[in-house]
């Protein structure tokens, strides 16, 4: 009978470790992909400022839209909220826009290079937070499954966040686009 019990005891200590281990795994990778989010966020803040003055010699009077590109920049760069980010993705694409009004510029190597650069992050920028999602997801049921929920809570394990967009965001995006020819 004692050999039963303790049989059980060293079962239940290696299923428990085991279940440990893979939420540690599960929690790293949540991490990492939030940190390639911000790597992502990092290499499109520091191209802004060679768009900036790609644009400067073609667009000198479009010193408002430059300068709004600029301050949206500095204001998502020192928080990571989805807010700052927002108002810098839309000052990004009026930066873009000019692109389109200015036959020159647009012809222009280096506003093209940097471009395409930008729409290259811009689409990494979205693999990198369905990666999140996908991750979270994993871990989060990872955490909420039998026997792991039973202690996953006392041991440290909170939920994952997923990335989502913001409230004031979200009512332009279910919006219905308006297309005119």
Do not use: W
């Amino acid at each position: 009978m004692g050999m039963i019990l303790l049989g059980l005891v060293v079962l239940i200590v290696l299923v428990a470790i085991g279940i440990y281990n893979r939420l540690v795994g599960l929690r790293q990778n949540c991490r990492q992909a939030l940190a390639d989010i911000d790597a992502q966020l990092r290499q499109r803040h520091d191209l802004v400022p060679n768009l900036v003055e790609t644009v400067k010699g073609y667009a000198a009077h479009e010193k408002g839209t430059l300068e709004q590109v600029i301050a949206a920049r500095n204001r998502a760069g020192g928080t990571a909220t989805p807010g700052a980010e927002q108002e810098f993705s839309a000052a990004l694409g009026k930066l873009i826009a000019l692109g389109e009004a200015y036959p020159d510029l647009k012809a222009n190597s280096n506003f093209q290079a940097l471009q395409g650069e930008l729409a290259d992050i811009e689409d990494k920028l979205a693999a990198a937070r369905r990666a999140l999602n996908a991750i979270a997801a994993r871990y989060n049921a990872a955490r909420e499954s039998f026997p792991a929920v039973l202690f996953a809570a006392s041991m440290g394990f909170q939920p994952a966040d997923f990335h989502a967009i913001a409230a004031d965001e979200r009512a332009s995006v279910g919006a219905v686009p308006s297309v005119k020819f």
